[in-house]
């Protein structure tokens, strides 16, 4: 009767020296199957890479991650989703600290790049601490595209998440207010927690929609910029620059709109009169902050954020990466 050897690394087991070399891509003398000393030789499956993935593979990978989101079940999924709301919230919540009291005395384009920094802190929380993010996830186009998820998988992804980024953005928004972190710095971050509401509710739909377009290029980019890191600290470098970009630009992202919007109307509902009286304004000099307003901005920015990921980022790796492979 013949034995069988236990695998080097199982369970209870540790690995040998030899196991964990081979593992870590290092040749160690004397071993089996070594090549002859000065032998030139390429790249094997055992070897480390230590050097990001180039595109195609960022493709290949973009691809595999979104069949394993769309097999996420309904729980999961949205509570991964709610962690998203409320992350990008939190991003947004700090951006808009950084940016009270500045008004005047920075230059505009200053206090948008401090803005856009302290902002991105949403997505690194997203990517690195693990959550489902609607506008992120609108990549899933690439394993549509490959055939490799169905027309109603998709759907069901978007919706679900974006239920669950609602959730946790008003979410945020409600324990924002609660906790009177408007009225900080004499009431300067609630000051800009309403103009910035104001401004995005006064545009129009088609402007919506175009910078709802703009805004999730860059997002998506970011994302597919993370599948070529290999470490935590690639993923943080690569997220960086496209999210300050977008907000410094003053692009609209739905579901940091599902924070900023409802935090000015919730302001505009509850501030007290000595937090009026400390920013010289009265609520009705925000009248647009009603739910009127937050439709008619949340519709057209989804719709270009959708827009701006499927198509300009996903479709065009797609073609260049994927097509033809499935």
Not at 76 to 104: R, W
């Amino acid at each position: 009767m013949t034995t069988q050897s236990p695998v080097a690394g199982g369970a209870g087991l540790p690995p040998t020296g030899s196991d964990v070399a081979s593992t870590a891509g290092v040749s160690v003398p004397g071993t089996a199957g070594d090549p002859a000393p000065g032998a030139h030789h390429g790249p094997t499956a055992t070897e480390a890479r230590l050097d990001a993935l180039m595109p195609g593979e960022m493709a290949a990978k973009a691809a595999e991650v979104g069949v394993r989101k769309a097999a996420l079940g309904f729980v999961p999924m949205f509570v991964l989703g709610i962690l998203a709301g409320a992350f990008i919230a939190l991003g947004a919540a700090f951006a808009t600290t950084v940016s009270a009291g500045a008004a005047g005395i920075v230059p505009y384009g200053i206090i948008r790049l401090l803005a856009g920094l302290a902002f991105s802190l949403g997505l690194i929380l997203v990517i690195v601490g693990g959550a489902e993010l609607f506008t992120g996830n609108n990549l899933l186009a690439m394993a549509w595209a490959s055939r490799r998820i169905s027309t109603a998988s998709v759907m069901r992804n978007w919706v679900i998440v974006y239920a669950g980024n609602f959730v946790g953005a008003v979410g945020t928004a409600v324990l924002i207010v609660a906790a009177g972190q408007y009225a900080f710095g004499s009431g300067s971050v609630g000051a800009v927690a309403l103009s910035t509401a104001a401004t995005k509710v006064g545009y129009g739909p088609l402007q919506a929609f175009v910078l709802g377009i703009l805004c999730n290029g860059l997002v998506c980019l970011a994302v597919w910029l993370t599948y070529s890191a290999r470490t935590t600290t690639d993923r943080i470098l690569a997220i960086v620059p496209p999210i300050a970009a977008f907000v410094a630009m003053g692009f609209e992202h739905s579901v940091a709109n599902m924070y900023f919007i409802p935090a000015g109307m919730l302001i505009r509902a509850v501030a007290p009169d000595s937090f009026w009286a400390s920013i010289d304004k009265v609520p009705a000099d925000y009248a647009s902050l009603d739910v009127a307003g937050f439709v008619g901005n949340l519709v057209p920015v989804t719709f270009g954020n959708i827009v701006g990921g499927t198509i300009l980022v996903g479709a065009v790796y797609w073609l260049v990466y994927l097509r033809g492979k499935h």
